[in-house]
């Protein structure tokens, strides 16, 4: 059959493959040009070993979260990050909520092993039937969903209904094909590109609808292939997904404007842009938040150069076990364990002398909030502006 006699044309018209650069708000090429300003800052920010990694579990976390809440799962952010230490013990009534998040991260250790091994990686048909395969494995679904298999029959979610199923292995073939393409889009563009395509890439998906079961997840793993591809940053890859789900409501009627008005495609991607960009910022402020920290410890270190006798150790131990909010006097002999055993045998008026001796040093504040590490001291590292 020749794609001028497919039944899509007739029903899904919206779905047509083209892009027109044109229709997009100037204000979207703005947008655009400020992720990647942002990316660039994150991939460019040095941080400790460990910091890095405990970021990078967070975001995997938040973005694994978000792409299975959208569709029901109840699992919490806490537990998430428990799964991925492997110290998540749920109910068997609960465990298949473990089982749909056990599989999105199989997903994404997939594709990001795939992408170490070749430099680009084009989106295929079976990448697409790979991500629904591995969303739904081991879960119970639909009496008719075949993971990994194109639908034979045609479905409906709410009023949406899928495109024709005979159409949809040739829709699916269709359209990685189409983002494998350049799109004509010069060099100096290729991210802002990526970025247009991934999203583009979400819509058709849900567009298309080629699976019975396990869509929305395999719709966000195809936005997740592309933004690997292009090299977006390991911590910024899963913000969309975060996005979606923080503004479910707003997802789902986008998504449904997407297929319902002549401009609804480039409304959804000025939908998802801002949420990226809007999440791109509160990853940095938690990054440089991370990055005072380090210069903090840095700091007090500094102060102790050459300081090496028992109160000296004592000291520097209680200002760097000081978190980010007052304490009185008592409790902080048992902010760890280290401190516990440094203060067993001292009485309230030594630990007194220490924080009156700390707070002369400048590193820490008693007031009448209580007893906090003065931090405020790394707002002199930051270069100084006006406003």
């Not at 029903?11 to 660039?40: E, M």
Request: glycine letters at 4%; aromatic letters at 8%; hydrophobic letters at 40%.
């Amino acid at each position: 059959m020749s794609s001028s006699a497919r039944e899509y044309q007739h029903t899904h018209p919206w779905i047509n493959f083209s892009f027109d650069i044109r229709r997009l708000d100037p204000a979207v090429w703005i947008q655009l040009g400020q992720i990647q300003a942002k990316c660039d800052q994150v991939s460019g920010t040095p941080l400790l070993p460990a910091v890095a990694e405990r970021l990078h579990t967070l975001f995997l976390a938040k973005g694994v979260r978000a792409t299975t809440a959208i569709e029901g799962n109840t699992l919490t952010e806490d537990e998430v990050l428990r799964l991925l230490a492997g110290e998540l013990k749920l109910p068997p009534s609960r465990e298949y909520l473990a089982r749909e998040a056990e599989n999105i991260v199989t997903a994404t250790k997939w594709l990001a092993q795939r992408l170490l091994e070749a430099p680009t990686l084009a989106l295929s048909p079976d990448d697409v039937r790979q991500y629904n395969a591995t969303v739904l494995s081991g879960l119970a679904s639909e009496e008719d969903a075949a993971p990994g298999q194109f639908r034979s029959h045609d479905v409906r979610v709410g009023p949406y209904k899928g495109a024709p199923a005979q159409d949809v292995p040739w829709l699916v073939s269709r359209m990685c094909d189409w983002l494998n393409s350049d799109w004509a889009f010069p060099p100096a563009l290729k991210t802002a590109a990526g970025i247009l395509k991934s999203i583009v890439a979400h819509v058709y998906v849900a567009w298309i609808h080629p699976f019975a079961d396990g869509n929305g997840r395999t719709a966000r793993l195809v936005e997740l292939h592309t933004l690997m591809d292009i090299g977006f940053p390991s911590p910024t890859l899963h913000l969309l997904s975060n996005h979606y789900n923080q503004t479910r409501t707003e997802y789902y009627r986008f998504l449904d404007i997407s297929s319902r008005t002549e401009n609804g495609l480039y409304r959804f991607i000025e939908y998802a842009l801002q949420g990226l960009l809007d999440n791109l910022d509160e990853q940095i402020r938690l990054i440089e938040t991370q990055q005072l920290e380090v210069h903090w410890q840095n700091y007090v270190y500094d102060q102790f150069r050459h300081k090496e006798s028992k109160v000296d150790i004592r000291r520097r131990r209680l200002v760097l076990a000081m978190g980010d909010k007052a304490y009185a006097l008592a409790d902080i002999r048992y902010l760890t364990p280290q401190l516990a055993e440094a203060y067993a045998d001292k009485s309230l008026k030594t630990l007194q002398r220490d924080v009156s001796e700390l707070s002369a040093m400048g590193l820490l504040v008693v007031d009448k909030d209580g007893i906090s590490a003065n931090k405020a001291l790394m707002q002199a590292f930051r270069p100084v502006r006006r406003g």
